[in-house]
Each structure stands twice: as structure tokens, then as C-alpha cells.
Nanobody, 126 residues
Framework: VQLQASGGGLVQPGGSLRLSCGAS????????IGWFRQAPGKERGGISC????????YYADSVSGRFTIPRDNAKKTVYLQMNSLKPEDTAVYYC????????????????????WGQGTQVTVSS
């Protein structure tokens, strides 16, 4: 099982960025997938999740209305589309596979996730 996060970079405030989470070694549509982030000096926290069976999506309040989490099972990829980026979105972003098919807690450190990608840095600055 492997998850490969990519797409990070430097973007100006108000800009957009799309992160990708490529999955291999398992059937993507059997598991919920979450995105997490960790800013310097802060704990890692979940920001979004997509359930496997019905594709239900969930967002932390801090990103709701700005981020979306589309999934392409054929490409075995889950994305994090980030719009209207703010300096406080600066962090290392991780994707992870849940042990369950449905999303559970949003905003926690991800104890219910068993496989993690390596992280990709997003910096929002002018």
C-alpha cells in the first residue's frame, strides 16, 4: 500500500492549488481518504475526507467553502482543490487512507488512518 502526495508549492494569497494523492496497492474505492495538514509548531489535523461508497465529503470549518476533495477511482487519485488560499493555509499537507469506508472524525490527528503519504509543502505568501 502506498500513497503519493504531490502538487504543493508557493502561491500568492487568493490563489489556487490542486494537490494529488496517488494510491497504489489497494482498491481506492473501498476506503475513505483524508487530507491533513501540519503547520510549523502546530499539531497535525484533518481538514477534509471523502467516503468510499457514496462519495460523501466533509470539511473542517477552516477550509469549508474554499477546498474540495474530488476523487477519480479510475486514476486511483484523490485531489484536494484549494481556492482562495490564505497565509494561514501554509503547512505540510498529507493524504491518508482510513481503516474504514466512511469518514469518521474531521479535524483530529488521524488515529483512524493506517497509511500515509509523504507530505507536500504548501506555502501561501506574497
Amino acid at each position: 500500500v502506498q500513497l503519493q502526495a504531490s502538487g504543493g508549492g508557493l502561491v500568492q494569497p487568493g490563489g489556487s492549488l490542486r494537490l494529488s494523492c496517488g494510491a497504489s496497492g489497494f482498491t481506492l474505492d473501498y476506503y475513505a481518504i483524508g487530507w491533513f495538514r501540519q503547520a510549523p509548531g502546530k499539531e497535525r489535523g484533518g481538514i477534509s475526507c471523502i467516503s468510499s461508497r457514496d462519495g460523501s465529503t466533509y470539511y473542517a470549518d477552516s477550509v469549508s467553502g474554499r477546498f474540495t476533495i474530488p476523487r477519480d477511482n479510475a486514476k486511483k487519485t484523490v485531489y484536494l482543490q484549494m481556492n482562495s488560499l490564505k497565509p494561514e493555509d501554509t503547512a505540510v499537507y498529507y493524504c491518508a487512507r482510513s481503516r474504514f469506508f466512511a469518514c469518521t472524525v474531521i479535524g483530529g490527528p488521524g488515529n483512524e488512518y493506517d497509511y500515509w503519504g509523504q507530505g507536500t509543502q504548501v506555502t501561501v505568501s506574497s
